[in-house]
């Protein structure tokens, strides 16, 4: 299993080998002792799966607060997308900076978001299927997100704005300069 940081080293791409034969391959996508010697020492609580037909689908940016606070663990299981996670924790070196990785069904890599990062991906492929662990149950009311587009945060995302299709919600949520200060470094 590779392990490397990203532009914030707390986000990790985790790539786990593939072995292959005639049948096709084989990966252990979660070794808990493997991870350990690591660093990543994780409980998690819930699976997610997420299912977007249309290419240019965002889903994000999202956090949740105190008591339910998520760090997840992200894998795209078909199609492709762009994963990004963005630090809002006050007082990090790295605060309303990003990281970003394509995650892809053929790459078979995941990435480590912590708890204290807003997530948000991009479908870069149609009929494209998410699967993420997360270390706290959702909760609706300790949700929390900024808008996928916030110009403070310039993110490069792979699509135009006209191109991104958003759920209502996403669709308005404030910039970054609005947020609460809800996790501290």
């Known amino acids: 299993m590779q392990i490397k940081p990203l532009a914030i080293p707390d986000v990790l791409m985790i790539t786990p080998a593939r072995f ?54 992200v894998r795209c299981v ?44 991009c479908t870069l492929a149609y009929d494209t299927e998410v699967f993420y662990k997360v270390t706290s149950h959702y909760d609706r009311l300790a949700e929390r997100g900024v808008i996928w587009n916030d110009p403070d945060l310039a993110i490069p995302w792979p699509i135009t704005p006209e191109m991104a299709f958003l759920s209502e919600k996403d669709a308005i949520m404030p910039r970054l300069a609005e947020l609460h200060d809800y996790f501290s470094f």
């Open 20 to 73: 292959t034969d005639s049948r096709g391959w084989f990966s252990e996508t979660w070794n808990e002792a493997c991870l350990a010697r690591a660093g990543l020492v994780r409980h998690f609580v819930q699976d997610n799966h997420s299912y977007s037909h249309k290419l240019g689908t965002i889903r994000g940016l999202h956090c949740q607060v105190h008591p339910y606070v998520q760090g997840k663990l």
């Open 78 to 121: 078909r199609g492709a997308i762009w994963d990004v996670a963005v630090d809002i924790r006050r007082g990090s070196a790295h605060y309303g900076q990003f990281a970003a990785a394509e995650l892809s069904a053929e790459n078979g890599a995941q990435l480590w978001i912590p708890e204290g990062f807003l997530h948000g991906f």
